[in-house]
Protein backbone atom coordinates (compact mmCIF):
# COMPACT_ATOMS: atom_id res chain seq x y z
CA UNK A 1 0.00 0.00 0.00
CA UNK A 2 1.35 3.34 -0.79
CA UNK A 3 1.62 6.44 1.28
CA UNK A 4 -1.64 8.13 1.13
CA UNK A 5 -2.76 11.79 2.31
CA UNK A 6 -3.19 12.06 6.28
CA UNK A 7 0.23 9.49 6.62
CA UNK A 8 2.71 10.97 8.32
CA UNK A 9 6.12 10.87 5.49
CA UNK A 10 8.56 8.33 6.34
CA UNK A 11 11.58 9.60 7.60
CA UNK A 12 15.01 8.94 6.08
CA UNK A 13 18.98 10.09 5.24
CA UNK A 14 19.96 10.50 1.85
CA UNK A 15 23.17 12.56 0.34
CA UNK A 16 22.44 15.62 -1.45
CA UNK A 17 24.33 16.71 -4.86
CA UNK A 18 27.57 17.92 -2.66
CA UNK A 19 27.76 14.58 -0.71
CA UNK A 20 26.17 16.26 2.59
CA UNK A 21 23.72 14.05 4.81
CA UNK A 22 19.94 15.34 4.65
CA UNK A 23 17.84 14.27 7.17
CA UNK A 24 14.21 14.52 6.34
CA UNK A 25 12.55 15.08 10.04
CA UNK A 26 14.97 17.56 10.47
CA UNK A 27 12.56 20.18 8.17
CA UNK A 28 9.37 18.83 9.96
CA UNK A 29 8.13 21.46 12.37
CA UNK A 30 9.01 24.57 10.68
CA UNK A 31 8.60 24.32 6.93
CA UNK A 32 6.37 22.56 4.23
CA UNK A 33 8.28 19.95 3.18
CA UNK A 34 8.06 19.43 -1.05
CA UNK A 35 9.50 15.93 -1.95
CA UNK A 36 9.36 15.05 -5.55
CA UNK A 37 10.65 11.37 -6.98
CA UNK A 38 11.79 11.94 -10.36
CA UNK A 39 13.02 9.10 -12.97
CA UNK A 40 16.56 10.43 -14.11
CA UNK A 41 18.69 13.26 -14.33
CA UNK A 42 18.92 15.51 -17.42
CA UNK A 43 15.86 13.96 -19.49
CA UNK A 44 13.54 16.05 -21.25
CA UNK A 45 10.80 15.41 -18.51
CA UNK A 46 12.97 15.73 -15.41
CA UNK A 47 14.59 18.49 -16.33
CA UNK A 48 12.02 20.65 -17.55
CA UNK A 49 10.31 19.57 -14.08
CA UNK A 50 13.59 20.67 -12.34
CA UNK A 51 13.39 24.19 -13.91
CA UNK A 52 9.67 24.94 -13.09
CA UNK A 53 11.03 23.76 -9.38
CA UNK A 54 13.70 26.29 -9.61
CA UNK A 55 12.06 29.05 -11.66
CA UNK A 56 9.40 29.03 -8.22
CA UNK A 57 11.61 29.26 -5.93
CA UNK A 58 10.94 32.33 -4.84
CA UNK A 59 7.20 31.84 -4.26
CA UNK A 60 7.99 28.42 -2.67
CA UNK A 61 10.77 29.88 -0.25
CA UNK A 62 7.58 32.93 0.24
CA UNK A 63 5.26 30.30 1.54
CA UNK A 64 8.13 28.48 3.64
CA UNK A 65 8.32 25.18 1.63
CA UNK A 66 11.65 23.03 1.15
CA UNK A 67 12.03 21.16 -1.90
CA UNK A 68 14.04 17.69 -2.24
CA UNK A 69 14.12 15.54 -5.56
CA UNK A 70 14.75 12.57 -5.29
CA UNK A 71 16.26 9.69 -8.11
CA UNK A 72 18.34 7.01 -8.32
CA UNK A 73 21.15 9.07 -9.87
CA UNK A 74 24.14 9.30 -8.05
CA UNK A 75 26.02 12.45 -6.18
CA UNK A 76 27.86 12.98 -9.34
CA UNK A 77 25.11 12.66 -11.65
CA UNK A 78 23.03 15.26 -9.18
CA UNK A 79 26.06 17.33 -9.11
CA UNK A 80 26.31 17.88 -12.50
CA UNK A 81 22.82 18.26 -13.11
CA UNK A 82 22.39 21.02 -10.76
CA UNK A 83 25.26 23.35 -11.42
CA UNK A 84 23.93 22.37 -15.35
CA UNK A 85 20.50 23.67 -15.12
CA UNK A 86 21.49 26.01 -11.87
CA UNK A 87 19.29 23.87 -9.29
CA UNK A 88 18.92 25.93 -6.17
CA UNK A 89 17.49 22.78 -4.19
CA UNK A 90 18.67 19.88 -2.62
CA UNK A 91 18.38 16.98 -5.17
CA UNK A 92 19.18 13.48 -3.03
CA UNK A 93 20.83 10.51 -4.32
CA UNK A 94 18.86 7.24 -3.67
CA UNK A 95 20.51 4.81 -5.77
CA UNK A 96 19.05 1.95 -3.89
CA UNK A 97 15.75 3.07 -4.41
CA UNK A 98 15.05 2.65 -0.69
CA UNK A 99 13.51 5.42 -0.16
CA UNK A 100 11.20 5.76 -3.24
CA UNK A 101 9.97 1.41 -2.29
CA UNK A 102 9.11 3.00 1.59
CA UNK A 103 7.21 5.70 -0.69
CA UNK A 104 5.89 3.07 -2.12
CA UNK A 105 5.96 5.70 -5.56
CA UNK A 106 4.21 3.50 -8.50
CA UNK A 107 5.86 2.87 -11.51
CA UNK A 108 4.65 3.74 -14.81
CA UNK A 109 4.95 2.08 -18.71
CA UNK A 110 4.80 -1.42 -17.25
CA UNK A 111 7.00 -0.58 -14.54
CA UNK A 112 9.56 0.43 -16.74
CA UNK A 113 9.85 4.27 -15.88
CA UNK A 114 10.72 5.18 -11.97
CA UNK A 115 7.06 7.67 -11.20
CA UNK A 116 7.08 10.63 -10.98
CA UNK A 117 5.17 11.99 -8.00
CA UNK A 118 5.22 15.01 -5.61
CA UNK A 119 4.43 14.61 -1.67
CA UNK A 120 3.38 18.12 0.16
CA UNK A 121 3.70 17.21 3.65
CA UNK A 122 3.02 19.44 6.11
CA UNK A 123 5.08 21.88 9.18
CA UNK A 124 3.68 18.59 11.32
CA UNK A 125 5.27 15.66 9.25
CA UNK A 126 1.80 14.84 7.61
CA UNK A 127 1.28 14.07 4.02
CA UNK A 128 -1.35 16.43 2.99
CA UNK A 129 -1.41 16.43 -0.89
CA UNK A 130 0.08 13.71 -3.74
CA UNK A 131 0.28 14.68 -7.27
CA UNK A 132 1.07 11.56 -9.46
CA UNK A 133 1.72 12.54 -13.08
CA UNK A 134 4.53 10.98 -15.09
CA UNK A 135 3.80 13.05 -18.60
CA UNK A 136 2.78 16.42 -17.16
CA UNK A 137 6.19 17.64 -15.16
CA UNK A 138 4.76 20.94 -15.15
CA UNK A 139 1.80 19.98 -13.59
CA UNK A 140 3.85 19.15 -10.08
CA UNK A 141 4.50 22.69 -9.41
CA UNK A 142 1.60 24.40 -10.49
CA UNK A 143 -0.35 22.48 -8.20
CA UNK A 144 2.20 22.31 -5.37
CA UNK A 145 1.85 26.16 -5.54
CA UNK A 146 -1.83 26.19 -5.60
CA UNK A 147 -2.16 23.71 -2.65
CA UNK A 148 0.78 25.59 -0.23
CA UNK A 149 -0.96 28.83 -0.85
CA UNK A 150 -4.56 27.43 0.35
CA UNK A 151 -3.25 26.43 3.20
CA UNK A 152 -1.02 28.80 4.42
CA UNK A 153 -3.64 31.79 3.56
Not at 28 to 52: H, L, M, Q, R, W
Amino acid sequence: MSISIGDLCPTFSLQNQDGQTINIQDYFGNKYVIIYFYPKDNTAGCTKEACSFRDAMQDLDNLDCEVFGISADSVASHKAFANQFRLTFNLLSDVGNSVRKSFKVPANLFGLIPGRVTYIVNKEGKVIHIINSQMNPDKHIKETIEIVKGISH
